[in-house]
T-cell receptor, first 116, second 109 residues
């Protein structure tokens, strides 16, 4: 399978713990997006990378959240000192370079975080 | 007011019925996306539109740029079409998406 993959698929953690999620985009996709989806709502944008550069961050991304894409391939999203309000599905999507095919975003299966 | 509004929020249909889901947006866009999300979370892209109409199997998507409105139609609906359908817009090419809240569709046999 050469789609977008995310790891882990599910994470249960206690309030105050740190968690880290990984996203592996489709190879040769240089654009990578993180979104968060709470129950019954549509996804909301968190951050966007083009290659290794983080080009945009949402105001939703508080100081406790950090994302990296060190070599322009996989990306990690870390949440420090988790709170119950962080419980959500964290979605990653990737897209090919501008001018090289569709501008569609291809989504991974998501990481469901539950903070107890 | 959300930038992307969908209606209805919930829709129940009998197998075989023609279904329409509507999406209105309030900003200038480069493209509108229709997405399907099944229980468990995975999102699949159905259509990306910047004008006119697209068809794939029993699914048809239309967009009216002047009226800032799009519709997703499902002909001859089937229980396997049961899912959440989400409308999303991108304001510039390759930019992040802004999503509607989704429409939960249930098709009963």
């Amino acid at each position: 399978d050469t789609g977008v993959s995310q790891d882990p698929r599910h994470k249960i953690t206690k309030r105050g713990q740190n968690v880290t999620f990984r996203c592996d985009p489709i190879s040769e996709h240089n654009r990578l997006y993180w979104y968060r989806q709470t129950l019954g709502q549509g996804p909301e944008f968190l951050t966007y990378f083009q290659n290794e550069a983080q080009l945009e961050k949402s105001r939703l991304l508080s100081d406790r959240f950090s994302a990296e894409r060190p070599k322009g391939s996989f990306s990690t999203l870390e949440i420090q000192r988790t709170e119950q309000g962080d419980s959500a599905m964290y979605l990653c999507a990737s897209s090919p370079p501008l001018g090289k095919g569709s501008y569609e975003q291809y989504f991974g299966p998501g990481t469901r975080l539950t903070v107890t | 007011k959300n930038e992307v509004e969908q209606s209805p929020q919930n829709l129940t249909a009998q197998e075989g019925e023609f279904i329409t889901i509507n999406c209105s947006y309030s900003v200038g866009i480069s493209a509108l996306h229709w997405l399907q999300q099944h229980p468990g979370g995975g999102i699949v892209s159905l259509f990306m539109l910047s004008s006119g109409k697209k068809k794939h199997g029993r699914l048809i998507a239309t967009i009216n740029i002047q009226e800032k409105h799009s519709s997703l139609h499902i002909t001859a609906s089937h229980p396997r079409d049961s899912a959440v359908y989400i409308c999303a817009v991108g304001r510039t090419s390759g930019s992040r998406l802004t999503f509607g809240e989704g429409t939960q569709l249930t098709v009963n046999p």
